[in-house]
């Protein structure tokens, strides 16, 4: 197993929150996303890296982990789409979004389905390398992924 440890600046961030917090286990969420901001996922080095410094059990950074749909543990593909699956992204054509997605996109793009994307006066909304976008259809998708070479 390779050996994860911050850069200079996650470092200084992850530095930076601890005294922000009143206890280390509360800054479980955040040095999740440090982690995955500096290597796009989270892996076994990184969260063993983390539960020694945070001084927690390895199962806890790894149960967090794996309940929260945010958290990856692969390596991201160059495009990813994330498309809202809650009721009023469902209502306003997201299975239409899915259906064209799935045929029109390669293995370059990553479709996930994640929970609500906070955009539901926009839906159909979806991320799409984390840039968010409302009132979709196939061909604001079309243009949208046009736009990054797919």
Same mark, same amino acid.
């Given at each position: 197993?390779?050996?994860?440890?911050? *850069?200079? $600046?996650? @470092?200084?961030? =992850?530095?930076?929150?601890?005294?922000?917090?009143?206890?280390?286990?509360?800054? *479980?969420?955040?040095?999740?996303?440090?982690?995955?901001?500096?290597?796009?996922?989270?892996?076994?080095?990184?969260?063993?890296?983390?539960?020694?410094?945070? #001084?927690?059990? !390895?199962?806890?950074? !790894?149960?967090?982990?794996? =309940? !929260?749909?945010? =958290?990856? =543990? $692969?390596?991201?593909? /160059?495009? *990813?789409?994330?498309?809202?699956?809650?009721?009023?992204?469902?209502?306003?054509?997201?299975?239409?979004?899915? $259906?064209?997605? $799935?045929?029109?996109? @390669?293995?370059?793009? #990553?479709?996930?389905?994640?929970?609500?994307?906070?955009?539901?006066?926009?839906?159909?909304?979806?991320?799409?390398?984390? *840039?968010?976008? #409302?009132?979709?259809? /196939?061909?604001?998708? @079309?243009?949208?992924?046009?736009?990054?070479?797919?």
């Amino acid at each position: 197993m390779s050996r994860f440890t911050f *850069t200079p $600046e996650h @470092d200084a961030a =992850f530095e930076a929150l601890l005294t922000r917090y009143p206890e280390k286990k509360a800054l *479980t969420l955040p040095a999740l996303w440090l982690v995955q901001s500096q290597q796009g996922h989270l892996d076994e080095a990184a969260l063993a890296y983390l539960a020694e410094r945070l #001084e927690l059990p !390895y199962i806890h950074l !790894y149960s967090v982990a794996t =309940f !929260y749909t945010m =958290f990856r =543990f $692969e390596p991201p593909r /160059p495009v *990813t789409i994330e498309v809202c699956r809650t009721l009023s992204c469902e209502l306003c054509g997201k299975a239409e979004l899915l $259906e064209y997605l $799935e045929k029109r996109c @390669d293995d370059r793009v #990553e479709i996930v389905e994640v929970e609500c994307l906070g955009a539901c006066g926009g839906a159909p909304a979806a991320a799409v390398n984390g *840039t968010y976008h #409302e009132h979709l259809t /196939p061909e604001r998708l @079309d243009a949208i992924l046009k736009e990054l070479g797919c």
